[in-house]
């Protein structure tokens, strides 16, 4: 059963910086899109960045200059670099990516079990 593992999360204090990461937990054959959303208990999981395959990137305008997503292809993982963290910024934050299991298999979504990123001093 592939499943998509996040790690890197905690706690830290405003200002501060934390890198998550998230990667499949067996080997697959291909990841296309892949992103970070974030979901604070009561409210809707938001977007927080997207990057392609081909490394196009996107992000929500509250986190645009503080954040940054990055990928590594050849480890199949995705990145998040959170730096100038903000109150505000607590949540659990979700990877999702589109995923091919093996080469005659269909592209499916993914959605990680999240990692709790609290800000607070």
């Known amino acids: 059963q592939v499943q998509l593992v996040e790690s890197g999360g905690g706690l830290v204090q405003p200002g501060g910086s934390l890198r998550l990461s998230c990667g499949a937990s067996v080997n697959i054959f291909s990841i296309y899109d892949m992103g970070w959303y974030r979901q604070i208990p009561g409210k809707q999981r938001e977007l927080v960045a997207t990057?392609?395959?081909?490394?196009?990137?996107n992000y929500a305008d509250s986190v645009k200059g503080r954040f940054t997503i990055s990928r590594d292809n050849a480890k199949k993982t995705v990145y998040l670099q959170v730096n100038s963290l903000k109150p505000e910024d607590t949540a659990v934050y979700y990877c999702n990516a589109d995923l091919r299991t093996q080469s005659w298999s269909a592209i499916k979504n993914f959605w990680g079990q999240g990692t709790q990123v609290t800000v607070s001093s």
């Open positions: 990057i392609t395959s081909g490394g196009s990137t």
